[in-house]
């Protein structure tokens, strides 16, 4: 079976959003990819400083430039940050000092150094006053998705008017512990038929059970699964980066920060989260569906 990935942080030993990533470094990661099955993947940038988030994307469009397997694989790239909610919880594992409110000339600055690339942009809807850079961004005909967000119910409605078509990994992103109706989580379901919805699909950021409940309120047509990978994919235990962040990869293949308090992305691969959704009692044309099929209609692609 042949995957499209819309989030990918890294894999095989390789950070996307490594200061020093090499055009042989990330043809190494897509030849990975491939024979995992993988046809084609949205490399993902996540916050940091404004400047360094450039930098990180000129190699990326580089590394394109540069050979033939990444030009095939790296289909495009999803911008996650800077604009997200800084508050404990939601910012996840991203830098809270680098988070900033949403800026329209910060946006096109990014956009730029991505060179017609950008297909994804994760932002929090509560941080875009005015909804500014959801509107330019929807006009530019980018994916706008919220993410790493709390809107309001209002919020989110606002947002979807002004351009917002999908959510980024649903149950994750988000305090481990929230009121039990009033929440990020149920807002989106209850909205999900004008979002694409992504979770990600490695049956650890979401259990089974869960997933499988959320794939139901939302209706599979309206979902997809990432994998979230980072460096950490395809290797096993160990240390591992993602950008600046150390991470711990213990025996069960969790990817955690040196803490152990919270996840850092994934160590998933497609072929892993095709499992999960097998387990699951999905079909063929259902994982199909959310591993390939709608990721791909989801960017236009």
């Known amino acids: 079976m042949k995957y499209f990935d819309l989030q990918v942080n890294g894999y095989a030993g390789v950070d996307f959003n490594s200061n020093t990533l090499t055009t042989e470094e990330a043809k190494r990661a897509c030849s990975a990819l491939e ?19 450039k930098a990180k994307i000129r190699r990326i469009v580089r590394a394109r430039e540069e050979d033939e397997t990444v030009r095939r694989v790296v289909v495009g790239i999803h911008i996650e940050g800077p604009f997200l909610n800084p508050a404990e919880g939601f910012i996840g594992a991203h830098p809270r000092g680098q988070a900033q409110p949403a800026c329209v000339d910060v946006m096109k600055d990014l956009m730029d150094a991505g060179e017609g690339l950008t297909r994804v942009v994760t932002l ?3 941080c875009d006053m005015g909804l500014a850079t959801t509107r330019y961004l929807a006009g530019q005909g980018v994916v706008v998705s919220a993410g790493h967000c709390n809107p309001s119910m209002n919020q989110l ?13 649903l149950g994750n992103g988000c305090p481990q512990y929230l009121p039990r109706h009033e929440n990020i989580v149920e807002r989106v379901l209850s909205l999900s038929q004008s979002l694409w919805v992504c979770f990600i699909g490695d049956g650890i950021h979401v259990p089974g059970f869960a997933l499988k409940n959320y794939l139901r309120a939302a209706t599979l047509e309206r979902c997809l699964v990432v994998t979230d990978a980072i460096s950490a994919a395809r290797c096993g235990p160990g240390g591992y980066t993602l950008g600046d962040r150390e991470i711990k990869v213990g025996p069960d293949e969790v990817a955690r920060s040196p803490d152990g308090s919270h996840f850092v992305g994934s160590t998933a691969t497609m072929p892993r989260v095709e499992r999960v959704l097998r387990n699951l009692g999905f079909n063929d044309s259902d994982v199909t569906g959310l591993c390939r099929d709608r990721p791909r209609r989801a960017i236009g692609y």
Do not use: N, Y
């Open 35 to 53: 024979e995992d099955g993988t046809e084609g993947i949205l490399a993902t940038v996540i916050t940091d400083s404004v400047e360094a988030m």
């Open 124 to 126: 929090a809807p509560e």
């Open 157 to 169: 409605q606002a947002s979807i008017d002004a351009g917002l078509r999908m959510f980024t990994h």
